[in-house]
C-alpha cells in the first residue's frame, strides 16, 4: 500500500509540516534551526510504518532546504523511541513507494550525507532504530537513566538497520559484537561513557543543551563546521557502502522467518 501524498514527501526541497502525521516540524525563523519531535508519545514514539516513511524523507528535505542550518531531533513526551512498533498487526508496508529496505537505507544515508550540524535531544529511552539514530548524529544528549540499546536479535532479527555500522566505530568491533550479539539495555550513563552517546545532561535538559549547541555551531562559519563534519563523515560512507547492502539483506531475510513473527506474538502477549 503506498500513500500518495506521503509518497511525495522524498519530492519536496523544505519543511512543510501539514505533510507529516508522526513527526513535528519547526524551522526556527532566526536561526534556521530546525526542531524536529517524534511525535507519537502514547506509544513510545514508536517507529510504525508511517514514521519510518516520514524519517526516511526527514533527512532528505533537510538537507534540500535552504533554511536550514542545523537540525536537533528530540521526542514528544517522557521517551525518545522506543524503537520499531512491534504490534502484531503491522503491515510492514511503506508510504513512499520504496521498500522498508529502501527506507532504511535512505534513513542511515540520510543521517550520513546531511551536511549541517545534527544534533539528538535524547529525553527518554532510546531503543532500536531510536538508539542507532542517536548513535549517528554528530552529538547527542540524554536525560539520566534512560534505556538505551539495540535489541534487534530478542526479535530474532540482526541488527541491520544501521547500528552495526556505527557501533564498531565508536565502542571497537568485539564491545559492538556483545552489545549487539545479546541486545543488551544499558542505562544513558552506561552509553556515554562507551562513546554511544556524548554527554548526560540533568532531567529535562535534553532539548535545551542540544538547542544551545546548535545555536554555537551555527554561529562559527560554516564552510569550516561542515566541511569538519564532511571529512570524517567519508569514514562513515566507506562503512555504509561496505556493510549496509548486506545488513538489510539480512534483515529482510529474517523477517520472513517464522522466529520473528513469533518474537513479536511474544512480546504483544507479555504487554497485555
Known amino acids: 500500500m503506498v500513500d500518495d501524498g506521503a509518497e511525495r514527501l522524498l519530492e519536496m526541497e523544505s519543511f512543510n509540516p501539514s505533510s507529516f502525521s508522526t513527526i513535528s516540524v519547526e524551522v526556527e525563523k532566526e536561526t534556521g534551526i530546525a526542531v524536529v519531535r517524534l511525535d507519537r508519545p502514547e506509544q513510545g514514539n514508536a517507529v510504525n510504518d508511517r514514521m519510518h516513511s516520514e524519517l526516511c524523507a526527514l533527512f532528505q528535505i533537510a538537507q534540500s532546504d535552504d533554511r536550514v542550518t542545523a ?22 508496508v511503506t508510504h513512499t513507494g ?22 539528538c535531544a535524547v529525553n527518554g529511552h532510546a531503543i532500536g532504530l531510536g538508539a542507532t539514530i542517536a548513535s549517528l548524529a554528530d552529538v547527542s544528549f540524554a536525560v539520566p537513566g534512560a534505556k538505551f540499546g539495540d535489541p534487534h536479535v ?12 556505527i557501533w564498531p566505530l565508536l565502542v571497537g568491533v ?5 552489545l549487539l550479539m545479546t541486545g543488551e539495555l544499558m542505562t544513558s550513563e552506561s552509553a556515554v561513557s562507551l562513546g554511544l ?28 563546521v561542515q566541511g569538519t563534519k564532511a571529512t ?11 556493510l549496509m547492502e548486506f545488513s538489510l539483506n ?17 512480546l504483544h502477549r507479555s504487554t497485555e
Open 98 to 119: 520504496l521498500s522498508p529496505i529502501e527506507e532504511a537505507r535512505l534513513i542511515v544515508d540520510g543521517v550520513i550525507d546531511l551536511q549541517v550540524p545534527f544534533i
Open 232 to 242: 570524517i563523515h567519508l569514514i562513515l560512507r566507506a562503512a555504509a557502502d561496505l
Open 250 to 266: 539480512a534483515e529482510q531475510a529474517a523477517m520472513e522467518h517464522p522466529d520473528f513473527r513469533e518474537a513479536l506474538a511474544a
Open 174 to 178: 568485539n564491545a559492538a559484537k556483545k
Open 154 to 165: 530478542l526479535a530474532g532479527l540482526p541488527a541491520g538497520n544501521g547500528s552495526a555500522l
Open 71 to 92: 537540525l536537533v531531533l528530540t521526542g514528544a513526551g517522557q521517551v525518545f523511541s522506543v524503537g520499531g512498533d512491534s504490534s502484531p498487526d503491522r503491515a510492514y
Open 197 to 224: 552517546l556524548s554527554e548526560v545532561v540533568k532531567e529535562g535538559g535534553a532539548l535545551d543543551a542540544a538547542l544551545e549547541l546548535a545555536k554555537t555551531l551555527v554561529a562559527l562559519p560554516p564552510q569550516a
